[in-house]
């Protein structure tokens, strides 16, 4: 079994800045893609950002050029540096992993999601 924690959310005035902390623990053989994602209230869940295990990151267009994801493999932790914070930033963030393990020598694919941390940005 593999699972995904979170931290680094919290209440920030707009303009203001967060990061968010992604690791990733368990019997993992490799890590590949690691994402963030946001839910507003009433809105579906959409992908943020997300990093390759060769660094390649993809961009939602909302965040480009605010947002950064980064990544350290020998920790399995992805990170979210979160900066000119909006009130529209504000929701439930996940964070989500393409995850192989070994079991009895088998390659095992998980794709787990962390438990989500709250990001509020006040006007």
């Known amino acids: 079994q593999v699972q995904l924690v979170e931290s680094g959310g919290g209440l920030v005035q707009a303009g203001g800045s967060l990061r968010l902390s992604c690791a990733a623990s368990?019997?993992?053989?490799?890590?590949?893609?690691m994402g963030w994602y946001r839910q507003a209230p009433g809105k579906e869940r959409e992908l943020v950002a997300d990093?390759?295990?060769?660094?390649?990151?993809k961009y939602a267009d909302s965040v480009k050029g605010r947002y950064t994801i980064s990544r350290d493999n020998a920790k399995n932790t992805v990170y979210l540096q979160m900066n000119s914070l909006k009130p529209e930033d504000t929701a439930a963030y996940y964070c989500?992993?393409?995850?192989?393990?070994?079991?009895?020598?088998?390659?095992?694919?998980?794709?787990?999601w962390g438990q989500g941390t709250q990001v509020t940005v006040s006007s």
């Open positions: 990093i390759t295990s060769g660094g390649r990151t």
């Open positions: 989500n992993a393409e995850i192989y393990g070994l079991i009895g020598g088998l390659k095992v694919k998980y794709d787990p």
């Open positions: 368990g019997s993992i053989f490799s890590i590949n893609v």
